[in-house]
């Protein structure tokens, strides 16, 4: 398996333009996360769905970010408009399970945002 | 609410020299905890984890911790540092969310 891939591994945008990050799970996983890394804030939980339902979105930081999962192999993060505080690096992890257990993540290479 | 904490922002050892990143925790319940390693420009690993049984979990690289439900505890620990082992660790619970992070630097 190729494992999470997640793209695009860089982007460059504007204040205001819409981003697009995309993420592949392992196939057979029944669990995607989407986490934010950042120096002041440290690795956040987004949003995670199980078999393709958003579970818990409690760490959406506003409106502006939505997530989707339209089928099993395929889930995006979508943030409109850009601000440059939302500049990160942004992880996409799938894991067998859901959250509760003994569940182990596999991560994604990550998408390094920059808005400037 | 589960939680992890990391006290430490950073540690610095001499290669060959034993190593313990620290990690408490806060959780009601069986405490599911986990370890993951990310080296610069690359997503979480997975070290390690503990569920139930022995106390001393052994993982990767031959990382290994130590439960200690008393003072609520998963240290994550290695008898000989290598430089290699410079990344940066981060401690979890079960619910997915991760601590702080700590960066380890093993200077030769």
């Known amino acids: 398996d190729a494992g999470v891939i997640q793209s695009p591994r860089h982007e460059v945008t504007e204040m205001g333009q819409e981003v697009t990050l995309r993420c592949k799970p392992i196939?057979?996983?029944?669990?995607l996360f989407w986490y934010r890394q950042t120096m002041m804030r440290g690795l956040e939980l987004l949003i995670y769905?199980?078999?393709?339902?958003?579970?818990?979105d409690s760490g959406m930081p506003e409106d502006r970010f939505s997530a989707k999962m339209p089928n099993a192999s395929f889930s995006t993060l979508k943030i409109q408009p850009s601000e440059p505080r939302d500049s990160a690096v942004y992880f996409c992890a799938s894991s067998l399970y859901g959250v509760g257990g003994a569940n182990v993540l596999t991560f994604g290479a990550g998408s390094r945002l920059t808005v400037l | 609410a589960q939680s992890v904490a990391q006290p430490e922002d950073q540690v610095n050892v001499a290669e060959g020299n034993p190593l313990t990143v620290k990690c408490t925790y806060s959780v009601s319940g069986n405490p599911y905890l986990f370890w993951y390693v990310q080296y610069p420009n690359r997503g979480l690993q997975f070290l390690l984890k503990?569920?139930?049984?022995?106390?001393l979990v052994k993982g990767s690289y031959g990382f290994e911790a130590e439960f200690n439900k008393s003072q609520t505890s998963f240290h994550l620990k290695k008898p000989s540092a290598l430089v290699s082992d410079s990344a940066l660790y981060f401690c979890?619970?079960?619910?997915?969310?991760f601590g702080a992070g700590t960066r380890l630097t093993v200077k030769p």
């Open positions: 769905f199980n078999n393709n339902v958003p579970i818990d």
């Open positions: 503990y569920i139930t049984g022995d106390n």
């Open positions: 196939s057979g996983h029944n669990s």
């Open positions: 979890a619970v079960y619910d997915m969310r």
